[in-house]
């Protein structure tokens, strides 16, 4: 049985830094594509990042230069570390693999950066 455990969120002003973890247990992210996406209030869920297999990361165009996303293969987690976070950056942010597998959502942790 898959489980993805999003966590590291919070609350943090306009221009602070947060790290995510996603742990992952019953797959392994170094076997897969994975991601990084978020959802915010009334707004469709979106990839924010993703890394491939052989490590190869993509961004989505608002985040570039701000985020980076990692894995640690011995811990089977993938990071999201986000400097220079915007208010926009507000939303619940989770991972799964890149393309999603629906049943693999996981509760996301909240991110909430004030102005």
């Known amino acids: 049985q898959v489980q993805l455990v999003e966590s590291g969120g919070g609350l943090v002003q306009a221009g602070g830094s947060l790290r995510l973890s996603c742990a992952a247990s019953g797959i392994t992210f170094r076997y897969n594509n994975v991601g990084w996406y978020r959802q915010a209030p009334g707004k469709q869920r979106e990839l924010v990042a993703d890394?491939?297999?052989?490590?190869?990361?993509n961004y989505a165009d608002s985040v570039k230069g701000r985020f980076t996303i990692s894995r640690d293969i011995a811990k089977n987690t993938l990071y999201l570390q986000m400097n220079s976070l915007k208010p926009e950056d507000t939303a619940i942010y989770y991972c799964n693999l890149r393309p999603i597998v629906t049943h693999y959502w996981g509760q996301g942790t909240q991110v909430t950066v004030s102005s």
């Open positions: 890394i491939t297999r052989l490590g190869t990361t």
